[in-house]
């Protein structure tokens, strides 16, 4: 069931403005200091912020709650390597961590990526998907689960080695990995690291 129609979108979720690229860089801030894997240029921040308010090939969606944004989606429009067919691609889905219990926030912000992708079919004629990742140590397996309740699962992220930030986090995830591994030939059941699991099982081939 879609929270859109093709005339409003999403209620309660709307596009960004130049007025309000301060506090989404603030609210950008947060979400980096709470899962990034490399460090921040603030510049760039900011240059990838004015692209979505300024509409040059990128779009911004907020949510507010008493005048505050508590809640973004960013995506850019690209091409893959191979291709000159374009699509939308997400950037970032953050709720701020205060305003996670009790809302549906980030569903609502899937749910808007996914109208502006039916808004140029429609209204058009242009096929552009919308296609989304997840890059995180945090939350990850609630994250696919969100996902694949709304969009088709067509892959996964994978790393090696430390990022520059949160080591210890991708140091764990790799002993998991060695882990498992280690009991592959073991009487036990063949135990996948968590989050890879549920890429798996959303994808169909396990249950």
């Known amino acids: 069931m879609t929270l859109y129609t093709i005339k409003d ?9 130049r007025a309000d690229e301060a506090a989404i860089f603030a609210l950008l ?11 921040m240029n603030p510049a760039k ?4 912020i004015r692209l979505g308010t300024e509409r040059r090939g990128g779009v911004i969606f907020v949510i507010e709650e008493n005048n505050r944004i508590v809640a973004s989606l960013g995506a850019v429009l690209v091409s893959d390597w191979y291709s000159d067919d374009f699509f939308w691609l997400e950037r970032w889905n953050y709720v701020h961590p205060k305003h996670r219990k009790g809302h549906d926030y980030a569903r ?9 992708s039916d808004w140029f079919l429609k209204e058009k004629g242009q096929r552009i998907p919308f296609q989304v990742g997840i890059n995180s140590l945090d939350r990850t397996r609630a994250k696919i ?3 694949a309740r709304h969009m088709p ?7 090696w080695g430390e990022p520059p930030l949160h080591p210890e986090k991708m140091m764990q995830a ?3 990995v060695d882990t498992a591994l280690a009991q592959r030939d073991r009487t036990q059941p063949f135990v996948v690291p968590t989050a890879a699991k549920t890429v798996l099982h959303v994808s169909g081939y396990v249950r």
């Open 9 to 17: 979108g999403v209620p309660g979720v709307r596009f960004a403005t």
């Open 29 to 39: 801030c947060t979400m980096h200091s709470e899962m990034a894997f490399f460090g």
């Open 45 to 48: 921040v900011i240059e990838g």
């Open 108 to 116: 609502k912000l899937i749910e808007q990526g996914k109208w502006l």
């Open 145 to 147: 689960r969100l996902y």
């Open 153 to 159: 699962c067509i892959g996964a992220y994978f790393m």
């Open 174 to 176: 790799q002993k998991d």
